[in-house]
C-alpha cells in the first residue's frame, strides 16, 4: 500500500442494485493507495448487491444517506453501475441533485457501465466525451453527450468507462486523476 491519496475522501454514491465489483474494486483501489471512501446510499442500513445484475452478491453498509451528505466534504465522486442501481438514483431527487453539485464543484467524477444514468437526470452532460455500457449510449447521446467505444475516457475532471472487464484501467485512472486534481501547485514532483 502507499499513501499516494493519504487524506482524500471519496464518497461512492449507490443503492440497492449496485454491480458489486463495480462498487467493491474502485474503493479496494482506492484505499490502497491511502485515500478513505464512505458509500453514500438513499437510505440507512445496507444495500444489496448484485453480480451481472442477476445474481445477489451480498450488502454493503452504508456510510451516510445522500440527504445528509455535502459535496464539501469530498475529494472525489464515484458512481458504479448496474442496471436498478442508477435506475433508482436518477428517481431520488437529493442524488440527482448531489450529483450535479459535483460536477458543477469541478471535482473528479468517476463512473462506469450503466453509472452515466444519474449524469444524465442531473443535466450535466452537454458536449461531454464519456463511455458506458452499450445499452445506455442513446440515452447519453440525446443528454447531449459525445459517446465513444474505448476503455476508460477522461475528459476534464470526468472519468468513465464501459463494464467490468475496464476495471483495471478505470481503476488506475480514478487513482492518477484525483491525484492531478488534489495535488498543490507547488508540489515539487510536478515538472514544469
Not at 33 to 43: F, N
Not at 75 to 102: C, I, S, Y
Not at 117 to 133: I, N, Q, Y
Request: with cysteine; net charge negative.
Amino acid at each position: 500500500m502507499t499513501d499516494e491519496l493519504r487524506g482524500h475522501k471519496v464518497a461512492i454514491l449507490a443503492t440497492d442494485g449496485v454491480e458489486r465489483v463495480e462498487l467493491e474494486q474502485p474503493r479496494g483501489a482506492l484505499h490502497g493507495v491511502g485515500a478513505e471512501t464512505e458509500l453514500i446510499s438513499l437510505h440507512d442500513g445496507e444495500i444489496s448487491a448484485r453480480q451481472m445484475d442477476i445474481d445477489p452478491a451480498g450488502t454493503f453498509t452504508v456510510d451516510r444517506k445522500v440527504a445528509d451528505a455535502a459535496v464539501a466534504d469530498y475529494d472525489a465522486l464515484v458512481l458504479p453501475g448496474g442496471t436498478m442501481n442508477p435506475d433508482q438514483l436518477r428517481m431520488d431527487p437529493d442524488a440527482v441533485a448531489f450529483v450535479k453539485e459535483f460536477m458543477e464543484s469541478g471535482k473528479p467524477v468517476a463512473t462506469i457501465c450503466h453509472g452515466p444514468w444519474t449524469l444524465v437526470e442531473a443535466d450535466v452532460l452537454r458536449g461531454r466525451r464519456l463511455t458506458s455500457w452499450p445499452s445506455i449510449r442513446t440515452d447519453l447521446r440525446n443528454a447531449g453527450a459525445q459517446v465513444v467505444d474505448e476503455e476508460v475516457v477522461v475528459d476534464g475532471r470526468l472519468i468513465s468507462s464501459r463494464c467490468p472487464g475496464d476495471l483495471p484501467a478505470f481503476c488506475n485512472t480514478v487513482i492518477d486523476e484525483l491525484a492531478k486534481a488534489t495535488r498543490p501547485a507547488w508540489d515539487p514532483t510536478v515538472e514544469r
